[in-house]
Every structure is written in structure tokens, then in C-alpha cells.
């Protein structure tokens, strides 16, 4: 994981891969500064960005982000595309729980089933 100390072009906030064992993809950066879109570099936005990056590592997906209410405020699961503001990201993986997440947004299984692979790496 690389904290990026500027601001990456075309609105990215971070880019990384899925690690499969292949060394050539096991990678990520986060970007640490604030960019000219929704992402402020706030302490809570560098936290969810970073779980997202090392989400992807895990094999975490955007098609299995969620969101839930906390109060009166929409929240975002880690693994959100596309970023909504710092403020509304939860560094949370959507889990089969009824409120974080359903059987189809379920991105804690890709983590537990992946987190031995990515604990061999070499
Ligand atoms: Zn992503």
C-alpha cells in the first residue's frame, strides 16, 4: 500500500488489484491529499479510502457495495465506486447481516475467503 502524498489525475483517489498469488498484482495506492472532486482527505475519508484499496487486494467488489440510514444520513459501504463525500464513507465491508448488507452484498465473504492467500504473500 502506497499513501499517495499527491493528487492522482482524472478524479481517481486510488487504484489497486486483486492479489490471485501473481506478485506482479499485489498492489495499492490511496491518495492522501485533498483532490478537486468529493474527496477531501479527511482523517474519515483516508480511512475508507484505504479499506477500499485493501478491500480490492481481498478481492472486494463495487458491485457488492451497500448503503444503509444512520439516523437521517445515508452511509456507504468501503467498497462504494465512485466516491460521495468523506463524510458519508464507512470503512465497513457490506456483510450478510440485514442492514449492512444482503446475499448478494456480501463483500466480507471475498475478504475471509481470500485473506489466506493474501497472507502468503511473498
Ligand atoms: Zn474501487
Not at 478524479?11 to 499485489?26: C, E, F, L, W
Not at 456483510?95 to 497472507?119: L, M, P
Request: aromatic share 10%; with cysteine.
Amino acid at each position: 500500500m502506497l499513501f499517495y502524498g499527491k493528487d492522482l489525475t482524472d478524479n481517481v483517489i486510488g487504484r489497486s488489484t486483486t492479489y490471485t498469488g501473481d506478485s506482479t498484482k499485489a498492489y495499492s495506492i490511496a491518495q492522501m491529499v485533498d483532490g478537486p472532486g468529493t474527496y477531501d482527505a479527511t482523517p474519515n475519508g483516508k480511512s475508507a479510502l484505504i479499506a477500499h484499496e485493501l478491500g480490492h487486494n481481498f478481492a472486494a467488489n463495487h458491485n457488492e457495495a451497500f448503503k444503509w440510514m444512520e439516523g437521517s444520513t445515508q452511509v456507504y459501504s468501503t467498497m462504494t465506486g465512485g466516491w460521495v463525500t468523506d463524510s458519508v464513507m464507512r470503512c465497513r465491508f457490506s456483510s450478510n447481516d440485514g442492514v449492512h448488507g444482503n446475499s448478494t452484498c456480501n463483500n466480507i465473504q471475498h475478504v475471509q475467503s481470500t485473506k489466506t492467500t493474501v497472507a502468503g504473500f511473498q
